[in-house]
């Protein structure tokens, strides 16, 4: 449904709104003039909600886009780009993921708008915990790296810290010299170790950028390369 449509909608009094989040990014809600002003004092009417839902996600984005730009400012170049790389792809991500939860009904746009309220709020906590840990200029910091992860296929990583360094439990193929455990350091463009002579970087990613079915839409991720890569589990 066009933005007019809508809108003429809204000034008739209409209280289904079938349409805007469905045929909106999150940041054309977010400057949508029918959702424009302070937050309403209640969220009980369907364009009540509408409002609510954008006033509250104009107020994670910005609070997102601070922490963006404060962890930013602490990176070196290399650093500074895989976070922007991971930044825009979340971006997009956010669009795609949530747009898939209207699927009909008269909920259906409340239900992405919040969804766009939700995830950007976690990408604020996630932000807010990378800058709590004081990353240095040189690299990104160790939280987005340990835990365990799942690549699919049975592959997985493992990785925790030991001393100054991680340890990294691998298993990245099916046959029996694809898994190994390896000593690894945080240099400014990720996680590096040497895996069977090959000297290996693991970087934060989304599973939209791995060419793995399992990992698709998943948002917490490491990735090796284009076909390889886990996420967070």
Do not use: H
Not at 132 to 151: C, D, I, K, M, Y
Not at 185 to 196: H, S, T, V
Not at 207 to 223: E, Q, T
Request: proline letters at 3%; hydrophobic letters at 40%; a positive charge.
């Amino acid at each position: 449904m066009k933005n007019n449509v809508l809108i003429a909608a809204l000034l008739n009094g209409s209280m289904l709104m079938a349409g805007p989040a469905m045929a909106q990014s999150a940041g054309a809600f977010m400057a949508n003039p029918s959702f424009q002003g302070q937050r309403p004092a209640r969220c009980v009417s369907t364009l009540e909600m509408q409002r609510c839902a954008a006033a509250d996600l104009r107020n994670a984005d910005a609070r997102m886009s601070a922490r963006y730009q404060a962890l930013s400012a602490r990176l070196r170049p290399g650093a500074k780009q895989a976070l922007l790389s991971e930044q825009r792809a979340w971006l997009k991500s956010r669009d795609r993921n949530c747009r898939a939860k209207g699927t009909g009904g008269s909920m259906a746009s409340l239900n992405i708008a919040q969804c766009w309220v939700n995830v950007t709020q976690a990408r604020v906590r996630t932000l807010e915990g990378r800058l709590s840990e004081g990353t240095n200029a040189g690299s990104l910091p160790a939280s987005a790296f340990v835990g365990r992860w799942r690549g699919g296929e049975g592959t997985y990583m493992k990785i925790t810290r030991q001393g100054t360094g991680f340890v990294v439990d691998n298993q990245w193929g099916l046959d029996e010299d694809m898994r190994g455990v390896f000593k690894a350091d945080l240099r400014a463009e990720g996680l590096r170790f040497r895996r069977n002579g090959v000297t290996v970087t693991v970087r934060p990613s989304i599973g939209d950028k791995i060419n793995r079915s399992a990992l698709r839409g998943k948002m917490d991720c490491l990735m090796v390369s284009g076909d390889e890569g886990y996420c967070r589990y």
